[in-house]
């Protein structure tokens, strides 16, 4: 299981609409993940709840903490060689060129798939008929 937490610059908080639209400029977001081993994962519903309230409860601090101060708080040492952290910057760039290439690969894909099953349909009524 990954716990991810995104920090934004300034608090504002890319939208689906931004992201599609390609409206916003590229900015700096801090992606700050875990990975859990799903052993380590209560499975029974009370444990599991109070597991999940305990995360977001992290994640407020950790979230409190970015905004003040502008980076999450740094890991124990021994779990900063760990790879399952990862406290970085990374630079999201939503380009709307790229945005409308990826939508019309996707709309050729759908015409090819439209197109193949149209021609296996026709091709099989031929020989029923």
């Keep these: 299981m990954v716990d991810l937490t995104i ?11 931004t992201i599609i639209g390609g409206w916003r400029k590229s ?7 875990r990975k859990y081993k799903i052993e380590d994962v209560p499975n029974d519903t009370e444990g ?15 979230l409190e903490t970015f905004y003040s101060t502008g980076a999450f708080p740094v890991p124990p040492p021994e779990k900063q060689r760990d790879s399952r952290f990862r406290n970085k910057p990374e630079l ?3 380009e709307t060129w790229w945005l409308l290439s ?9 015409v090819v798939q439209y197109w193949s099953l149209y021609m296996g349909y026709t091709w099989l009524l031929g020989l029923i008929v």
């Design 7 to 17: 920090g934004y610059p300034d608090r504002k908080q890319m939208d689906m609409q």
């Design 27 to 33: 900015c700096e977001t801090v992606i700050y993940y």
């Design 48 to 62: 599991l709840t109070s597991w999940m309230y305990s995360r977001f409860e992290e994640k407020e601090h950790m």
């Design 92 to 94: 999201i760039a939503f």
């Design 102 to 110: 990826v939508q019309a690969f996707y709309f050729s894909l759908t």
